[in-house]
Each structure stands twice: as structure tokens, then as C-alpha cells.
């Protein structure tokens, strides 16, 4: 993936997303990798001002070499 698909890819959400490196059960060794990108959406419940949004988190997922 290109500096550009990822920046593409992130454009549409906010700035204050958290980002996530996910790990599979996987045997990854030192190496460059490519990844997937996900995005996965829960919601934040504040109980005191009994609010709730819904936040993103933006996963990436290394591909494991065995796995192309």
C-alpha cells in the first residue's frame, strides 16, 4: 500500500480516531509487511451525562508472508 491509498483511506475519518495495530495469532518476524485496513465502529456510552457517540477505530493488520 501507497503513503496515498493510506491517506486516501483515512481522509474520511476524524483526525482524532483512534488507530489500532492488530494482531492476528500469527508468527510475524522482523520484516516489512504489507496490511489490511479495517475499520470498526463501537459506541461510547457516558452514563453520567447519559450521552453516547459513536466512535471509529481504524484497524491495521499485517499480512502474513505465508498468506499471499
Keep these: 500500500m501507497t503513503k496515498k491509498e493510506l491517506t486516501d483511506l483515512l481522509s474520511d ?13 500469527t508468527e510475524l518476524h522482523e520484516d516489512l509487511y504489507d496490511f489490511t485496513f479495517d475499520v ?13 457517540e459513536q466512535v471509529p477505530e481504524l484497524r491495521l493488520c499485517a499480512i502474513n508472508h505465508g498468506d499471499k
Design 13 to 25: 475519518y476524524p483526525d482524532d480516531a483512534v488507530v489500532v495495530i492488530e494482531v492476528h495469532d
Design 40 to 52: 470498526i465502529s463501537w459506541t461510547r456510552f457516558d452514563f453520567k451525562n447519559n450521552t453516547q
